[in-house]
């Protein structure tokens, strides 16, 4: 029953997030071609660029900071915490 609920929230919060994603761009591309003038495949293009160039800019940062604390970063991972 649970394995069934989780299929469904997985697959739900998957279709929300392409439609915002979806949004996004629209709005994004709307946005920059009324701000700016440029055209709809001018827009389309920056609006896609920047998110490419930041997902790449996080994928090197988390890359280094996960090497860097790779030994500390789950060494509590197995005890118990109690909640007072």
Do not use: C, Y
């Not at 609006?47 to 996080?58: A, M, R, T, V």
């Amino acid at each position: 029953m649970l394995n069934k609920l989780w299929e469904v929230s997985v697959s739900a919060t998957t279709i929300r997030a392409g439609i915002f994603t979806t949004g996004h761009f629209l709005i994004d591309i709307l946005v920059i071609s009324w701000i700016t003038g440029a055209t709809i495949g001018t827009a389309t293009t920056a609006s896609l660029i920047g998110p490419i160039l930041n997902g790449f800019w996080f994928w090197l940062i988390d890359r280094w900071w996960s090497q860097k604390h790779a030994d500390s970063e789950h060494k509590d991972d197995n005890k118990e915490f109690l909640i007072n």
